[in-house]
């Protein structure tokens, strides 16, 4: 079974510039997650979808972050513009509905010079 | 809010002796799960061993254990045998098992270093 696949593996942009990330989840997977990872610290919740809906974007800085999941499947994060402090990992995870374990993909490293 | 609290940065360990790694927790709930990741420089987070709160009995998952202390609200990963491969960052996390409030909550992390 394909694990949880993330694009691109590393992005550099220059700040100002829109950057996108791309999470296609475990087949069956109905919630999917996005975690922001800054340097030396854990991974922190952006969001989290339940098949097509977002049902916690409390931590979404929404000004410029957005993010959708289409069809409940595949699921793309936006950031525009990119500020220096957006230089992170940004993971994305998946599991069952109500189950207890996520199952996380190999993230993208953002640089953003 | 719950939080999760790794007090140790680093930590070393000779290759094939024992090391453990700390984990602290602040909740307000009676029932949860409780994890250990590990994240190589791939930046794949890995499960390690989950605990579920009302169980008693520690896990353990071959060369991995745990102790878990509920009343202390302690959860810290015994790693025997350690491996050249064990080399990773480790995070504690936590899950809640109210509705609507599933993302995990993680530690800052331990960056574990195997002496050959």
């Known amino acids: 079974e394909a694990g949880v696949v993330q694009s691109p593996r590393y992005k550099i942009i220059e700040k100002k510039q829109p950057v996108a990330f791309w999470c296609n989840p475990i087949?069956?997977?109905?919630?999917l997650y996005w975690y922001r990872q800054n340097l030396g610290q854990g991974p922190e919740l952006l969001i989290r979808?339940?098949?097509?809906?977002?049902?916690?974007d409390s931590q979404l800085p929404k000004d410029r972050f957005s993010a959708e999941r289409l069809k409940g499947v595949d699921s793309t994060l936006k950031i525009q513009p990119a500020e220096l402090g957006d230089s992170a990992v940004y993971l994305c995870?998946?599991?069952?509905?109500?189950?207890?374990?996520?199952?996380f993909g190999p993230g993208t490293r953002l640089t953003v010079l | 809010a719950q939080t999760v609290t790794q007090s140790q940065p680093e930590m070393s360990v000779q290759e094939a002796e024992t090391v453990t790694l700390s984990c602290t927790y602040d909740?307000?709930?009676?029932?949860?799960?409780l994890f250990w990741y590990k994240q190589p420089p791939s930046r794949q987070m890995i499960l390690v061993i989950r605990?579920?709160?009302?169980?008693?009995q520690n896990a353990t998952e071959n060369r991995f254990s745990v102790n878990f202390q509920k009343a202390a609200k302690s959860f810290s990963l015994k790693i025997s045998d350690s491996q050249l491969g064990d080399a990773a960052m480790y995070f504690c996390?936590?899950?809640?098992?109210?509705?609507?409030?599933?993302?995990?909550?993680f530690g800052t992390g331990t960056r574990l270093t195997i002496i050959p």
């Open positions: 995870a998946s599991s069952p509905y109500g189950y207890q374990l996520q199952f």
């Open positions: 087949s069956g997977h109905n919630t």
């Open positions: 979808y339940e098949n097509e809906e977002a049902v916690d």
């Open positions: 909740t307000s709930e009676s029932d949860y799960y």
């Open positions: 605990q579920e709160a009302y169980k008693q």
């Open positions: 996390a936590y899950r809640s098992l109210l509705f609507g409030n599933e993302k995990l909550t």
